[in-house]
């Protein structure tokens, strides 16, 4: 049978035992459909840069570039300057295996309480395909008269057409294989990034027309699509935006399905090696404490299997995770819940 290699990054503060849950997911499932996970392990996070200084090694790109696929947990730690390990370990490994879609969806299980009024599982129900390769995020600016009155700090949003092309591709065809509302909408600010997002929305118009005439297409704008997702989260089908935007409207819609202990993203290259993560932090000051809840990190080694092919384990562990939230666990949305991390794991785990 096959053989899946997977390079498991647990991380900082909660990351370990969230990873540990989805782990012991992951196997029931290979268990059941007859495949078999091979995880490796790296101890990549705050604990060894404070121990040895190191972020990640290049020897480790190479050899996350072997792997099938990449689990992370988390990276965050209380006591090293923010930016190190976010620039240093995960965003390298984003741009260095040019994982250049972020797939993040959002969807509210049964059972689970959302903070948005009168709306259930049928009303939250869609995917933010953020472009995860360009925008701010490739680091392009400087300082200058530094520590004067006239210091001037640049931060540069910039976008390539292949880096658009690419993404826009990726959202039309995802789309289409949804086949819900068979809608893409481009979340924007036309009216403030002229350059930007004229770029973005004539590739998006011009590949539309060309290639996905059975796709509709729909344009907001960011500060828009933030009140939309709130007052009718049912509008949207598939959102695609920029690397800054996705960011920010991706943690909104993550608190409308719950928050950050069941939200979950797949940072995918399509050609390449794709990295799956619960979309929260490492929330440090519960670390140890088996509280945090697992399901994120859980949902996120679904859509492992599911990237690798394993579609029906991948919709087990699906069906597993609403089975939990629908009969087992109350008021998910605090992220704390009557049963403990380990517990909730085995739960999953038994239901498959
Ligand atoms: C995320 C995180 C990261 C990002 C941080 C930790 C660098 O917020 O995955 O959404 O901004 O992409
Ligand atoms: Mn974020």
Redesign the pocket.
């Known amino acids: 049978s096959k053989t899946y290699k997977i390079a498991l990054i647990p991380g900082d503060g909660t990351g370990p035992e969230v990873t540990r849950e989805s782990v012991k997911v992951l196997k029931a499932a290979a268990a059941k459909f007859g495949f078999n996970l091979e995880f490796i392990n790296y101890d990549f996070g705050g604990d060894r840069y404070l121990r040895t200084g190191e972020v990640l090694p290049d020897s480790a790109i190479k050899e996350l570039k072997q792997a099938d696929a990449i689990l992370l947990g988390a990276?965050?730690h209380p006591d090293v300057k923010p930016g190190i390990l976010?620039?240093g370990i995960?965003?390298k490994i984003?741009f260095e295996l040019d994982q250049y879609i972020?797939l993040r969806p959002v969807k509210l299980y049964p059972g689970v309480d959302t903070p948005l009024k009168d709306k259930g599982p049928e009303h939250i129900d869609y995917v933010v395909i953020r472009e995860?390769s360009g925008d701010v995020?490739t680091g392009a600016g400087g300082v200058t008269l530094k520590n004067t009155p006239h210091e001037i700090a640049v931060q540069n949003m910039m976008y390539n057409r292949m880096q658009v092309d690419r993404c826009l591709k990726f959202a039309f065809e995802y789309t289409r294989k949804r086949n819900k509302k068979n809608t893409l909408a481009l979340c924007g600010k036309t009216n403030v990034l002229t350059y930007v997002f004229d770029l973005w929305e004539r590739a998006f118009h011009e590949m539309g027309e060309t290639h996905f005439a059975d796709i509709k297409r729909e344009y907001y704008h960011v500060d828009a699509t933030c009140m939309w997702m709130v007052k009718n989260p049912e509008w949207f089908d598939v959102i695609v935006t920029t690397?800054m935007f996705g960011?920010i409207i991706?943690?909104l819609g993550a608190i409308t399905q719950g928050g950050m202990g069941i939200a979950a993203?797949g940072n995918l290259n399509p050609e390449g090696v794709s990295m799956f993560?619960p979309?929260g932090?490492s929330a440090p000051k519960y670390t140890g404490m088996n509280v945090i809840n697992p399901l994120a990190a859980i949902a996120a080694g679904g859509m492992l299997l599911e990237h690798l092919g394993e579609n029906e384990a991948a919709s087990a562990i699906e069906d597993a995770i609403k089975f939990v939230t629908a009969y087992k666990l109350k008021s998910l949305a605090a992220g704390r819940m009557g049963y403990s991390t380990s517990e909730t794991g085995d739960l999953v785990a038994e239901h498959i």
Do not use: H
């Open positions: 990276i965050g976010e620039k995960l965003l984003r972020n995860n995020y690397n960011d991706t943690d993203g993560e979309i932090g």
